[in-house]
């Protein structure tokens, strides 16, 4: 099933300089989505359409079937959450409790539910000793998990993520990783940018391609190891697709490699480090 359709997609700043052009994508349900480009290849202003940040300018966007528009933004925004990159842009109450709340309170849901999904987002992000903290007194990795603990309490259908990973030690970044997955294997779609290449052959499901406000291809993960396009996107081909190319077998994290690399004998092993 599609979770999200775009087409026809235009965006101009503005100063009319063109952000996006003519941008015609599908997202599939419950997978892991990565959109990668270079800085300023659309994947921000991309994402920000995805639940109404940016208006539609020019041609359409559906998230399972409801268009982005001005007169359904409500009903949108319950299904898709977006994480911005700064989490201090999302983080504005006096406490962590009620900046968690303030989505559900919105819903006009009664209050015994609210205090209910705000206790269980805490509980999600093992984050109920910060909850009478204020956010600004926060680190950058517990100022993301509140965020989330926001978006997942309103339980929205798609999470939308702009760079979500930046700025965390790898300790953390395994561990929202692990959170993410546990999200989707729960139903969630997620859709997420990055410039880091091997994170998204290592993680995501499927890719998106971007250059210049444009899609390149879309497709499954091995997309990223086709080097013309990867050329054209000006991005490296994963390092994992690099070392293994010509392997019938292509692992996709270090782990994956380890093993092939043990499995298949010493002789194979000797020529990956020439």
Same mark, same amino acid.
């Given at each position: 099933?599609?979770?999200?359709?775009?087409?026809?997609?235009s965006?101009?700043?503005?100063?009319r300089?063109?952000?996006?052009?003519?941008?015609? #994508?599908?997202?599939?349900?419950?997978?892991?989505t990565?959109?990668?480009?270079?800085?300023?290849?659309?994947?921000?202003?991309?994402?920000?359409?995805?639940?109404?940040?940016?208006?539609?300018?020019?041609?359409?966007?559906q998230v399972?079937?409801?268009?982005?528009?001005?007169? &359904?933004?409500?009903?949108?925004?319950?299904?898709?959450?977006?994480?911005?990159?700064?989490?201090d842009?999302?983080?504005?109450?006096?406490?962590? &409790?009620?900046?968690?709340?303030?989505?559900?309170?919105?819903? &006009? #849901?009664?209050? *015994?539910?609210?205090?209910?999904?705000?206790?269980?987002?805490?509980?999600?992000?093992?984050?109920?000793? #910060?909850?009478?903290?204020?956010p600004?007194?926060?680190?950058?990795g517990?100022?993301?998990?509140?965020?989330?603990?926001?978006?997942?309490?309103?339980?929205?259908?798609?999470?939308?993520?702009?760079?979500?990973?930046?700025?965390?030690?790898?300790?953390?970044?395994?561990?929202?990783?692990?959170?993410?997955?546990?999200?989707?294997?729960?139903?969630?779609?997620?859709?997420?940018?990055?410039?880091?290449?091997?994170? *998204?052959?290592?993680?995501?499901?499927?890719?998106?391609?971007?250059?210049?406000?444009?899609?390149?291809?879309?497709?499954?993960?091995?997309?990223?190891?086709?080097?013309?396009?990867?050329?054209? *996107?000006?991005?490296?081909?994963?390092?994992?697709?690099?070392?293994?190319?010509?392997?019938?077998?292509?692992?996709?994290?270090?782990?994956?490699?380890?093993?092939?690399?043990?499995?298949?004998?010493? *002789?194979?092993?000797? &020529?990956?480090?020439?």
């Open positions: 099933m599609i979770a999200i359709a775009i087409k026809n997609l965006y101009h700043y503005p100063d300089t063109p952000a996006l052009l003519d941008i015609n #994508l599908q997202v599939k349900r419950g997978l892991k990565a959109i990668l480009g270079m800085n300023g290849s659309g994947k921000t202003t991309l994402l920000y359409h995805l639940n109404g940040v940016i208006p539609v300018e020019s041609g359409e966007v399972f079937g409801t268009p982005v528009v001005k007169e &359904r933004i409500t009903e949108v925004r319950r299904m898709v959450g977006l994480l911005f990159d700064n989490p842009n999302q983080l504005f109450s006096t406490t962590l &409790r009620n900046d968690i709340a303030f989505g559900p309170r919105n819903l &006009r #849901l009664e209050p *015994a539910l609210v205090h209910r999904k705000v206790e269980e987002a805490m509980q999600l992000l093992s984050i109920e000793d #910060l909850a009478d903290r204020p600004y007194c926060l680190s950058l517990q100022k993301k998990r509140a965020a989330i603990a926001g978006l997942i309490s309103m339980e929205p259908q798609v999470l939308v993520f702009d760079e979500p990973f930046s700025g965390l030690d790898p300790a953390l970044g395994r561990q929202f990783r692990e959170l993410l997955d546990e999200l989707v294997s729960g139903g969630c779609t997620l859709v997420y940018s990055t410039h880091d290449v091997d994170l *998204a052959y290592a993680w995501a499901d499927e890719v998106v391609l971007m250059h210049s406000g444009r899609v390149l291809k879309s497709g499954p993960v091995d997309l990223l190891c086709d080097e013309k396009t990867m050329m054209r *996107a000006n991005l490296p081909v994963p390092l994992l697709g690099r070392l293994f190319q010509g392997w019938n077998e292509k692992p996709r994290t270090l782990e994956e490699a380890l093993n092939l690399m043990g499995s298949t004998g010493l *002789a194979k092993g000797k &020529r990956l480090q020439a």
